[in-house]
C-alpha cells in the first residue's frame, strides 16, 4: 500500500508531464476527496515535492476560502451544514479558476479558510505569476452537478482521494476533538453533517485521472 509520500510523488510526477507538455501554460492540478480523507496533507506534499525540484515552482490553493460566510449561512438557514456543497460560492471559486489559469496578472490573492476561527480571511495568500503549478484541494473540485460541472475542464490532472468510512469517522472525530469541542457536539458534526457530505462526495464525483487510497493516521483535511 502506498504511503502519503508514495501518492504525493506520484501526483509531483503527473503534473510535471503535464507541464513538460504544455508548451509554458500554467498546470492546474485538483485533488479532491471527502473530509477526513487527508487531501489537504495530500496537497501540501505535492506542493512540497515539486518545488523541492529545481525550475520549477508550485502554489497551494484550497477551495475551502470560498465558504459563505456565517452570517450568510444563518440567513439561509444552512449554518449547521457548513461544508455541504450548497455553502460554497461556487461561482465565485470558477472564476478564480479561471483567471489563476490564464495567468495574466503579476500577482492573484485568494482567499484562505481559516478553521481556528471557522471564517475564510481575503487575500490570505498571494499567488505570483511565476508559479508554474497549481495544486488546488477540495470537497467538490470534482462534482457533476451544475454549476460545479464548469470547474473539472480547467484542471490539466484530476485526482480523488479514497478512504474507508471508518477511516473518515476517526480522522473527523480527531480533528473536532482538536478544537476542544464536546463528544455531543463532534458527534452532531461528524454524523449529521461530515459523513453525509462524505458519502455524497463519493457517490456523485466525476470520474478522475487518478484514485488514490490514503488509509491509516493521515490528520483529517
Not at 485568494?110 to 475564510?120: G, H, Q, S, W, Y
Not at 469517522?169 to 482538536?178: E, F, G, K, N, V
Request: charged letters at 30%; proline letters at 5%; one cysteine or more.
Amino acid at each position: 500500500m502506498n504511503t502519503i509520500d508514495d501518492n504525493a510523488r506520484e501526483i509531483a510526477g503527473l503534473a510535471l508531464q503535464r507541464l513538460e507538455g504544455s508548451k509554458a501554460r500554467r498546470v492546474m492540478v485538483a485533488i479532491a476527496g471527502a473530509p477526513g480523507s487527508g487531501k489537504s496533507t495530500i496537497a501540501e506534499r505535492v506542493v512540497d515535492a515539486l518545488n523541492a525540484g529545481e525550475g520549477v515552482s508550485a502554489a497551494l490553493f484550497p477551495m475551502d476560502g470560498f465558504h459563505y460566510d456565517d452570517a450568510v449561512l444563518e440567513e439561509m438557514n444552512r449554518r449547521p451544514f457548513k461544508g455541504a456543497i450548497d455553502t460554497f460560492d461556487a461561482h465565485g471559486l470558477h472564476h478564480m479558476l479561471e483567471r489563476l489559469k490564464a495567468n495574466q496578472d503579476d500577482v492573484v490573492a485568494v482567499p484562505v479558510f481559516d478553521r481556528a476561527i471557522e471564517i475564510a480571511r481575503a487575500g490570505g495568500r498571494l499567488i505570483p505569476q511565476s508559479v508554474d503549478i497549481i495544486v488546488c484541494e477540495g470537497n467538490y473540485l470534482l462534482a457533476g452537478q451544475s454549476p460545479w460541472d464548469r470547474l473539472k475542464p480547467i484542471f490539466d490532472l484530476t485526482v480523488f482521494v479514497d478512504v474507508d468510512e471508518d477511516d473518515l469517522r476517526a480522522r473527523l472525530r480527531d480533528r473536532w476533538r482538536s478544537f476542544g469541542l464536546g463528544e455531543g457536539e463532534i458527534n452532531r458534526k461528524v454524523e449529521e453533517n461530515d459523513l453525509p457530505n462524505g458519502r455524497f462526495i463519493t457517490s456523485t464525483s466525476t470520474e478522475p485521472d487518478l484514485r488514490i487510497g490514503n488509509p491509516g493516521s493521515t490528520p483529517a483535511s
